[in-house]
């Protein structure tokens, strides 16, 4: 045995014991020489039978695990969502015809002790090509837990890996169909985990008692994330299938929900301050799951104040297999909320108000004396609620559902103009997660400010020859020096134009030659103070390399009558005539989308080839849309032509914070 197997299997005995006489869990034994496999039948039958179930419904409990578990026409992820239905709901059977319908629980959610958890070493898995993954973990029988341990001498990166490679279908694949946490560890970095194709650099780390360095940090995080009951309500409550990608909550997230769910059943209300870009989103599903799964006359309104919010988190809901209905006006919503249907809805916040209310004080009055009729409890979620909630609509929201209980969620601290305001409508902090503690755990990242002024960035002789070496790289000498007599004049050409042909200029430089962008994997968003400068600016990149893969998104929709009665001189438009032109010469080739306008179809088209394609869509043109909920992973730059602060420029700002494969 080699000095590093030697280190290794110090390290995997004490974590054996650990789990035996820590944890208590029970100890299955050495198992590399044996047949194994993802549901141990002598240990689930066992268990099912002492639950009081018949020998013909575990026989038909099993036979639909095996079943679903090893589906030969779906995915590791199919069989896996699959899998896991059965795990959290129970596998229905019914052993005769005519008989009623009953579930078979594979797990005791409510009473933690009553499951068998159990742990094995060397577990021999003979699939394509045989492989032994460390430690396995079994509730009831089934594996639920696949951990690969290294000396404190190898980086995680290589356990990390290795569980990888044994889920790829010429290996192992179907042993993790059952499989809900993959962990790697070591003594010198810890504990990572992830679930079933989970890439490599989203594996998680673990965050708990930081104080406490009075053992192995692997030690100190198995411990924490493996105690039963805190293992099957990661389980029960925090997996999440979200549209072809199985996730599990960062540490933020489990803590943010847990302490939500105790405001949840006290009725109160609170604030949840998330840093933008990580997650906020999840922790709504996974909060409004739980809610409605444990208070039967729960109903749950997510509100925002933006309608790209609205339409992010109803895809979010729908992805992850929740119901949601979107409410179509103020009325509509209220409709809903009368009646015991939907659980679920979603809305945005003006659709509670009446704008054209002179009186605004005598309408929260009316409102109060008569308050809309509600069926259920209802909670209600606010997306950024330290923008226009914390102003004169939070107190149409609060007239109306006088009962609810609302909970803010904010990417922003509050600002002392907004605080009391926020704090009055929602309550105090539930839980906070701030920006320098997402980049310290490498869930955002960091953003790098360059103030730019353009004169003198490109009037600099310095600048224009970064410029040609980027442009000219990959010609030889010759070459440069031919082409270099005609760059002489590029400071003169530069200095000649329009600030906004010197704007253009310098983001098609930084095209050239910083990181992503240049290789045509990140892509960058240009801010306009303006709908009338987002389309010259539009207009400008039409006559560069850019054409093609810039698109302008605005909230302007092209009306005849917004140049009805303009009038200009000879060879000149007004404004109002340059954005009208300009969109009837980028939608005239457009077909609408069913139920959309040509505008929104082009939109949309913009920013899913921005998300998906970034090298087909390199730049986006906007004024104020999409500097909120718009997750973009490619978006590595953003160009600030206007006056921002406070919340809206680090929101903006925090587009590019995503973390991106």
Known sequence: MSLIGQAERVTQNRVVALFRDELGYRYLGNW???????????????????????PAQISMALHRLRTEAGHHDRSLYGNNKAVYELLRYGVPVK?????????????????????????????????????????????????????????????????????LSNQRPEFNAGFFSTVQFVFAGNDSEGLQYGTIGTPQKMFLRWKEDEADNSRYKLDKYLLRMCEKQRLLDLLQHFVLFDGGIKKLPRVHQYFGIKAAQQHVRERRGGILWHT????????????????????PQARVAIITDRDELDKQILRVFTDAGEAMQRSRSGRDLMTQLASPSP??????????????????????????????????????????????????????????????????????????????????????????????????????LDLVYEARDIDQRLGSQDHIDAWFEAKTRGLNGWQKAELRAQWGTMQRVLSSRSRMDRVVSDILFDFGVKPRLSNSRGNAILVASSIYEACKYFALFQKTP????????TSYNPMTRDVTLEETGAHTESDKQVIYNTYTELLKDVVADPHKTKTETYEQQAKERFIKEPANMQLLVVVDKLLTGFDAPPCTYLYIDKSMQDHGLFQAICRTNRLDG
């Not at 590399?32 to 018949?54: F, K, M, Q, V």
């Not at 933008?276 to 208070?295: D, T, Y």
């Open 32 to 54: 590399n020489d044996r047949d194994n496999g993802n549901i141990e039948e002598s240990l689930l039958g066992p268990w099912l039978a002492a639950r009081g179930h018949t």
């Open 546 to 553: 850019f054409k093609g893969r810039c698109a302008v998104v």
């Open 276 to 295: 933008q870009g990580s997650g906020k989103s999840i922790v709504m599903v996974l909060l409004a799951r739980w809610i409605l799964e444990h208070n």
């Open 95 to 163: 052993t005769e015809a005519g008989q009623v319908t009953e579930l078979v629980h594979l797990m005791d959610w409510q009473r933690p002790e009553n499951n068998d958890f159990a742990v094995a070493e060397e577990v021999t898995l003979k699939g394509g090509h045989e492989r032994r993954p460390d430690v396995v973990l079994y509730v009831n029988g089934i594996a639920i837990g696949v951990l690969e341990l290294k000396n404190s001498r190898v980086s995680l990166s290589d356990g990390i890996r290795q569980n």
């Open 343 to 444: 659980r679920l809805m979603c809305s945005l916040v003006h659709k509670f108000g009446r704008r054209d209310v002179a009186d605004f004080d005598a309408f929260i009055k009316e409102l109060e004396a008569r308050p809309s009729p509600t069926v259920g409890e209802v909670f209600v979620f606010v997306d950024e609620c330290h923008r226009t909630q914390s102003g004169r609509l939070h107190r149409t929201m609060k007239a109306m559902l006088p009962n609810a209980v609302f909970i803010g969620f904010t990417g922003t601290p509050l600002l002392a103009q907004d605080r009391q305001t926020s704090l009055e409508v929602f309550g105090h902090y539930i839980h906070t997660y701030k920006f320098s503690e997402g980049v310290e755990d490498g869930v955002v």
